[in-house]
């Protein structure tokens, strides 16, 4: 079946430094999605991705889909104590599977 | 508009008893997914239900199952509860089955097994 990979599991970095995290699938997909979940919290929608090759930004986040539609990456520019929380992609396969594949985050602490 | 809810938010239960969740998804929001997060496992789908039909099933034992009302309210159920079965249940709503639906979350029912 369907699997998503993500890395890394746990980045920890300064305030202001950058973040990255990447996201592969073992199929093509139709698009992926990204969720942050605060500690505590629960999964939070942040962005789609649909189109190969797609960049989307949102602030200091921006997101990109490769051209394969196999992978996906989520950079944090700057980082603040806000961006604190695990970031999860999740796959959308191909075909009539609607369903959608979680990776299994990265958790991203930030020191003051 | 009101989020997702669910209940209850937390849960004790031993080994070997059944247990039943709720989840009332936003208003106008037909399609129910339920999720079970672990540490070690992340976010694993378990089913999703669209006009009381279940559309998707995720690869889990048969004692999970759920359900959904004519209101698009759904249930899950786990009979026969293991220790492994502690965990954050997720229930995530959404307009419709199809491609690129958003997710919305509910805060989840923190079960623990003893």
């Known amino acids: 079946g369907q699997q998503v990979m993500q890395i890394p599991q746990y980045q920890h970095v300064q305030e202001g430094e950058d973040f990255t995290t990447y996201c592969n699938s073992s199929?093509?997909?139709?698009?992926i999605q990204w969720y942050k979940q605060r500690p505590g919290g629960h999964p939070v929608f942040l962005i789609q991705?649909?189109?190969?090759?797609e960049v989307k930004k949102q602030k200091r986040l921006t997101f990109q889909f490769g051209e394969a539609k196999k992978n996906s990456s989520l950079h944090i520019t700057a980082t603040q104590t806000t961006d604190v929380g695990t970031y999860f992609c999740?796959?959308?396969?191909?075909?009539?599977?609607?369903?959608?594949?979680f990776g299994k985050g990265t958790l991203l602490t930030v020191n003051p | 508009k009101a989020g997702v809810t669910q209940t209850p938010r937390y849960l004790i239960k031993t080994r070997g008893q059944q247990v039943t969740l709720s989840c009332s998804p936003i208003?106008?929001?037909?399609?129910v997914s339920w999720y079970q997060q672990t540490p070690g496992q992340g976010l694993q789908f378990l089913f999703e239900?669209?006009?009381?039909?279940?559309?998707n099933k995720g690869n889990f034992p048969g004692r999970f199952s759920g359900r959904q009302f004519s209101n698009s309210r759904s249930e899950m159920n786990v009979s026969t509860l293991e220790l492994g079965d502690s965990a954050l249940y997720l229930c995530?709503?959404?307009?419709?089955?199809?491609?690129?639906?958003?997710?919305?979350f509910g805060p989840g029912t923190r079960l623990l097994v003893l």
């Open positions: 995530a709503s959404s307009l419709a089955v199809g491609r690129g639906e958003t997710q919305y």
């Open positions: 199929t093509t997909l139709s698009n």
């Open positions: 991705l649909v189109k190969s090759g």
């Open positions: 999740a796959g959308e396969g191909g075909g009539s599977n609607y369903k959608l594949t």
């Open positions: 208003s106008g929001h037909r399609s």
């Open positions: 239900y669209f006009s009381e039909t279940q559309r």
